[in-house]
C-alpha cells in the first residue's frame, strides 16, 4: 500500500506532491510535532471501475495559475488608467472647473503604481494570498515614510550635493520601516514575499509623494493647472516607478536573508543593494533634465523586472526538484540545520512496493 508525507495540522502545508530530502528538517518556529505524530501514512489506492473510467479525450483540462486576466491585468490597468487621466484632464481643462482636480491626481497618482504591482503579480508569486498585507503595507508605509522623511529633511544643511545625498539615504531608510517591522516578525521569510512587500511600500509613497508636489505646484505662486499638470505628467509615469524599483530591490534584498544560507553573502548583497538604491535616487535628485529621468526610471524598472523573473524562475525549479519552493505558500528550509534531530521528528516506515516513493535515510543526530 502506498505511503504519503503528512504534517501535522498546526505547520504550514507543503505543496501538492512534496517529498522532503534527504536531511530535510522543519523551520525551528513552527514547533514540535505531537507525541507519536506519523509522518508516513498508508493511503488507500482509488479503485475504479473500468465500465466507468472515462475517456482521456473527455477529461478536464488542467487548469492553468495564470489565467490571462492575471497575465495581462497590469496592461488593462496601465492604458486604463492613462485613458481614464487623459480624459478627466482635458474635461478639466475645457470647463476650467478645479472640482476635477481630485480626480486627475489620484488616478495619476496610483496608475502606474498599481501597474508595477499587477506586474509582480502576474510573474511571481510574492503577492498570492497576501492582498490585505499588501495593501495594508503600501497605506502604513506611505504614511509612516513622507512623514519620517519630511521631518528628517527639513533639518538638513550644508553644500547641495551634501542635500541631495542626504534625501536618497533618508528616504531610503524611511520606505524600508514597514517592510523591516514585517520582516523581523514574520515566521517566514522569502525574497519573493519581500520584493512584493517593498513594491508596495515604494509605491504608497510615491503616491502620496506625487500627490503632494501636484497639490503645490497648483497652489505655489506662479502654478496653477498648468504647472500641476506639467508636475503631474513628469512624476505621475516617472518617480512612482523609480521609488517601487528602489525599494523592491532592496526589500528583496532583506528578506533574501531570511531564506539564504549563506548569511554573510546575503548581508553584503543587501548592502549592495541599499547602495544602488541611494546612489540612483542620488543621480535623479541631481537632475531636472527629462531624458535622464526617462533613462533612470527605465533602468530602474529594468532591474526590478530582472528580480521578478529571476524569483519567479528559482520558485519554479525548486518546486519541480522535489525541494520546497521559496513563494509564501511553500514551507521554508531552516534556517540552521541541526536543531532538530532527523530521528525524533521524522519517523520513516518502510514501503514494500518498489515504485513507491524512496524514503530519505535516517541519520543519527
Given at each position: 500500500?502506498?505511503?504519503?508525507?503528512?504534517?501535522?495540522?498546526?505547520?504550514?502545508?507543503?505543496?501538492?506532491?512534496?517529498?522532503?530530502?534527504?536531511?530535510?528538517?522543519?523551520?525551528?518556529?513552527?514547533?514540535?510535532?505531537?507525541?507519536?505524530?506519523?509522518?508516513?501514512?498508508?493511503?488507500?489506492?482509488?479503485?475504479?471501475?473500468?465500465?466507468?473510467?472515462?475517456?482521456?479525450?473527455?477529461?478536464?483540462?488542467?487548469?492553468?495559475?495564470?489565467?490571462?486576466?492575471?497575465?495581462?491585468?497590469?496592461?488593462?490597468?496601465?492604458?486604463?488608467?492613462?485613458?481614464?487621466?487623459?480624459?478627466?484632464?482635458?474635461?478639466?481643462?475645457?470647463?476650467?472647473?478645479?472640482?476635477?482636480?481630485?480626480?486627475?491626481?489620484?488616478?495619476?497618482?496610483?496608475?502606474?503604481?498599481?501597474?508595477?504591482?499587477?506586474?509582480?503579480?502576474?510573474?511571481?508569486?510574492?503577492?498570492?494570498?497576501?492582498?490585505?498585507?499588501?495593501?495594508?503595507?503600501?497605506?502604513?508605509?506611505?504614511?509612516?515614510?513622507?512623514?519620517?522623511?519630511?521631518?528628517?529633511?527639513?533639518?538638513?544643511?550644508?553644500?547641495?550635493?551634501?542635500?541631495?545625498?542626504?534625501?536618497?539615504?533618508?528616504?531610503?531608510?524611511?520606505?524600508?520601516?514597514?517592510?523591516?517591522?514585517?520582516?523581523?516578525?514574520?515566521?517566514?521569510?522569502?525574497?519573493?514575499?519581500?520584493?512584493?512587500?517593498?513594491?508596495?511600500?515604494?509605491?504608497?509613497?510615491?503616491?502620496?509623494?506625487?500627490?503632494?508636489?501636484?497639490?503645490?505646484?497648483?497652489?505655489?505662486?506662479?502654478?496653477?493647472?498648468?504647472?500641476?499638470?506639467?508636475?503631474?505628467?513628469?512624476?505621475?509615469l516617472l518617480a512612482p516607478a523609480s521609488h517601487l524599483a528602489w525599494t523592491g530591490m532592496?526589500?528583496?534584498?532583506?528578506?533574501?536573508?531570511?531564506?539564504?544560507?549563506?548569511?554573510?553573502?546575503?548581508?553584503?548583497?543587501?548592502?549592495?543593494?541599499?547602495?544602488?538604491?541611494?546612489?540612483?535616487?542620488?543621480?535623479?535628485?541631481?537632475?531636472?533634465?527629462?531624458?535622464?529621468?526617462?533613462?533612470?526610471?527605465?533602468?530602474?524598472?529594468?532591474?526590478?523586472?530582472?528580480?521578478?523573473?529571476?524569483?519567479?524562475?528559482?520558485?519554479?525549479?525548486?518546486?519541480?526538484?522535489?525541494?520546497?519552493?521559496?513563494?509564501?505558500?511553500?514551507?521554508?528550509?531552516?534556517?540552521?540545520?541541526?536543531?532538530?534531530?532527523?530521528?525524533?521528528?521524522?519517523?520513516?516506515?518502510?514501503?514494500?512496493?518498489?515504485?513507491?516513493?524512496?524514503?530519505?535515510?535516517?541519520?543519527?543526530?
Amino acid at each position: 500500500m502506498a505511503t504519503r508525507f503528512v504534517v501535522p495540522p498546526m505547520w504550514p502545508a507543503p505543496p501538492v506532491g512534496w517529498v522532503p530530502s534527504e536531511g530535510w528538517q522543519p523551520a525551528p518556529e513552527w514547533g514540535p510535532a505531537p507525541v507519536g505524530w506519523q509522518f508516513w501514512q498508508e493511503e488507500a489506492p482509488v479503485v475504479q471501475s473500468p465500465a466507468y473510467a472515462a475517456p482521456a479525450s473527455v477529461l478536464p483540462a488542467p487548469i492553468s495559475r495564470r489565467s490571462w486576466m492575471r497575465r495581462l491585468g497590469w496592461l488593462l490597468v496601465l492604458v486604463g488608467g492613462l485613458v481614464s487621466y487623459l480624459v478627466v484632464n482635458q474635461t478639466m481643462i475645457n470647463t476650467q472647473n478645479v472640482l476635477f482636480f481630485p480626480t486627475v491626481l489620484l488616478v495619476g497618482s496610483v496608475t502606474v503604481p498599481a501597474g508595477v504591482l499587477l506586474l509582480e503579480y502576474a510573474i511571481g508569486q510574492g503577492l498570492d494570498g497576501h492582498g490585505g498585507l499588501i495593501i495594508g503595507t503600501a497605506v502604513m508605509a506611505g504614511i509612516v515614510g513622507v512623514t519620517v522623511a519630511g521631518t528628517l529633511e527639513s533639518s538638513l544643511t550644508g553644500t547641495q550635493d551634501q542635500v541631495y545625498l542626504g534625501v536618497a539615504v533618508i528616504e531610503e531608510l524611511a520606505k524600508l520601516i514597514v517592510p523591516l517591522v514585517i520582516f523581523l516578525i514574520a515566521r517566514r521569510r522569502t525574497a519573493g514575499a519581500g520584493l512584493a512587500l517593498g513594491i508596495a511600500a515604494g509605491a504608497g509613497f510615491a503616491v502620496l509623494e506625487t500627490m503632494g508636489y501636484a497639490f503645490y505646484a497648483l497652489v505655489s505662486r506662479g502654478g496653477g493647472l498648468a504647472a500641476m499638470q506639467q508636475t503631474l505628467q513628469e512624476r505621475a509615469l516617472l518617480a512612482p516607478a523609480s521609488h517601487l524599483a528602489w525599494t523592491g530591490m532592496v526589500a528583496w534584498a532583506l528578506w533574501r536573508i531570511g531564506s539564504a544560507q549563506r548569511r554573510r553573502f546575503a548581508v553584503t548583497g543587501l548592502v549592495a543593494a541599499f547602495a544602488v538604491a541611494v546612489g540612483l535616487h542620488y543621480l535623479w535628485d541631481q537632475t531636472n533634465d527629462l531624458t535622464a529621468h526617462i533613462v533612470l526610471a527605465v533602468v530602474s524598472v529594468a532591474i526590478l523586472v530582472t528580480l521578478m523573473v529571476l524569483s519567479a524562475r528559482r520558485d519554479a525549479i525548486r518546486s519541480q526538484a522535489g525541494g520546497p519552493a521559496t513563494g509564501p505558500a511553500a514551507i521554508a528550509p531552516a534556517p540552521q540545520p541541526g536543531w532538530f534531530s532527523p530521528v525524533g521528528i521524522l519517523p520513516v516506515q518502510a514501503a514494500p512496493a518498489p515504485q513507491l516513493v524512496s524514503v530519505p535515510e535516517r541519520h543519527a543526530a
